[in-house]
Structures are given as structure tokens and as C-alpha cells.
């Protein structure tokens, strides 16, 4: 029988509908709960069969199967951890908060109902990122000893510095509503998490363009245009605007590799960019997409740039993010529906919020380096256990 599915939070990631209403196929989205007119306006436009509701309990007493939370990072806690008391196996997007203490409160929650928790990394299923683990696995390179990673995000101005994601209250950091991804995929390159982070980062370019609105009453789609270019000329941006446009973060992992991760959200050019430096070679992907390539070394040279020694091209195809969201959502449904091992991991959300949250800390006083805490080892042994452990009444 299909699942009975919920959506809370109809907005940008509801696009993820697509890969959940297949009736006689394993899925069915049965009702949207969203705050905002528009939201409803926009699931009863997309979802005509569902039930559309501004009422988060009607959602919860409808009897479903497992429940999509897609609500802005800083609303996060609050739903989920309702979601969780109401024993509704629950996807939630990522960042899974913007706080490691609201990050901890949710794992918390989980193990305590013992209610199945699912965090939307998506790239784990990007084809790059699987390609990249897989030649890291096979030895390509030796044992991993360095990650880097750039990211290019050239449209950063009109996707981050005009609405609610521009303001700290509400985002924290794009360190993580932007670098969630690429800093949970640093880890599981490198098969670790941060125990240390320090950072560095300004409002280098965003901060000094005056004009400025309120863009309640637009969206994405409205002011989006490629013709907004230099960075200087943009128009529009949020008048309380004050997260960082230029981070750069630092790592150490709790297996000794060493990490770094740079974000700029003013380049003309988007894509990000991993180098993998292990004992015997190193890999690096030029592009992130279908047909682009990931390079491998192994052969030491005199001097200079050098032919790579193997060339993998990068697999995938146009369906969200290069055929990873089908196949996030597929895994979320089969979790939902049987339990067991995923190959994203809570556990790996929350080490990710950790290094944005203190990344932040770091980079907005001097740079010290902060250590991470750890969790309750019952806690790490239930998510270790693919949320199998006994749970705590």
C-alpha cells in the first residue's frame, strides 16, 4: 500500500513533492500544512487531491505514515519535535537546526520516542560525491589525509541576501544553510568528524550596496535575474541584512585528517570544488555535474601542473541536483516504511551544524579555535545502531 504522506512548509524544497506523489507506486502526499496563503495557494495549485491546512495538528491527527518538514532552519526544533511526540517518521531538511543546541534537542527527542529520523543531506546522493567516495574506498589515493573544498556560489545574492536567510536571527550562518552539505560531505569523504574549528569571514561586498527592500510580497522567481551583476550593483537586498558573504573555515577531524572549507556567495561562476589529498594520490573534481570530470593523480612529476593519471566522468542526469533528490526521497520512504541503515545519518547532521554554528562563533571573535562537544555516548550508540538501540521512555 502507498505511505500516507504529509508536507509541513510548502516553499522552495517543495519541489521535492514530485518524487512523493506516485499513487500505486509507493507514495501518496495526503496533506500540506503551510503558515502562509501563499504556500497554500501554491500546495493546492501543485497537490490538487491533498488536503491543505495552516493548522500543524490537523496534519498530525490525519493518520499518516511518514511527514516531510521543509519550514525555514530556524523552525526546525519546534515542528520536529512534535513530529517526533506524535510517532510520524520524520524527513527534515537540512540544516537539521541552526544551533548545535537546537540540533542536540531534536537527536535528543528521537532517541526518547524512539520515533525514526531521517536529515535530507541530499548530496550524499549526488553521483560527484558518490563517484569521489567510491575511488577514496577502492584506495585511489591512499588513505585520506586532507579535504578541501571551495564553493563558488555565484548566485549567492539573489538567493541568500534578499530575503530572511540575509539575517542571523533566522539563519545563523550561511555557513550552514548553505554549507551544511559540502561540510557533512567533507566528513564523509574523510570518514570523521570535527573535533576543532576555527574560522575567519566578512560582509565583504553585500553590506555596502544601499538599496535595499522589503521583499515580503515577492520570491525568488521575481527578483532573480543574471543581468544583477557586479555584486555591487544588486538591488533589493534584505535592509537587515548581516551574515557573512565571504567564510573560511577550518577543521581538524577526530581521525587526524585535516580540513578546510571556503564559501563566497559574490563569484560569477557556481559550482564547488573537493581536493582529496591522501598518502599515495590525490583527487579533485572539475565541475559537479553530469559529463564534467573528477582527476586523479598517483604519478609524481618534475614540476608543474600534470596530466591526471585517470580521468572518471561524473555520472547523474537533470533530475534535482544531478538525480539525488529521487533518490534521497526513495530512501526516506523505505526508511520510513522498514527502518535500517541510510546513507545519510543524523549523527552526521549534527556534526555538520556543529562546524557551522562554531565556525560562526569563531569567525565573528578573532578566529580562536573552539572545540566541539561531544554527544551522550547512549545517545551516539542509538543513531550508531540506525535507530535501532532501546529507546529512552
Known sequence: MDLKVGIVGFGLRASLHRYLQRPGEGSVVRIVCDTSERGREDARAALPEAEVTADLQVL???????????????????????????????????????????????????????????????????????????????????????????????????????????????????????????????????????????????????????????????????WFSLENWPPSAQRGLNPKLDVEDLSMVQMKLDNGVLASYQQCHFTPDYWRNYTVIGSAGRLENFGDGPGDFIHVWNTRTTHGFAEPDLKVEIKGDDAGHGGADPNLIAEFLRFARDGGATETSPLAARAAVAVGDLGARSLRSSGQTLQIPGLEEGLVSYFEADQQAQHVN
Open 60 to 222: 498530525l491527527d490525519a493518520g499518516l505514515d511518514a511527514i516531510l518538514v521543509l519550514t525555514p532552519d530556524f523552525t526546525h526544533r519546534d515542528v520536529v519535535l512534535r513530529t517526533l511526540e506524535a510517532g510520524i517518521p520524520t524527513f527534515v531538511e537540512k540544516p537539521l537546526d541552526i544551533t548545535l543546541e537546537r540540533a542536540d534537542e531534536i537527536l535528543a527527542a528521537a532517541q526518547r520516542t524512539g520515533t525514526r529520523l531521517y536529515v535530507g543531506h541530499n548530496m550524499r546522493h549526488m553521483p560527484v560525491i558518490w563517484q569521489m567516495k567510491q575511488l577514496i574506498e577502492q584506495g585511489a589515493i591512499g588513505e585520506v589525509k586532507a579535504v578541501w573544498c571551495r564553493h563558488f556560489v555565484g548566485n549567492g545574492g539573489d538567493y541568500y541576501f534578499k530575503d530572511w536567510h540575509a539575517e542571523r536571527q533566522y539563519s545563523n550562518t550561511l555557513l550552514l544553510q548553505k554549507g551544511a552539505h559540502d561540510i557533512d560531505v567533507i566528513h564523509w569523504l574523510a570518514n570523521g568528524y570535527s573535533t576543532q574549528v576555527s574560522g575567519v569571514g566578512s560582509l565583504a561586498v553585500y553590506g555596502q550596496v544601499e538599496d535595499r527592500r522589503n521583499n515580503a510580497d515577492l520570491r525568488l522567481r521575481d
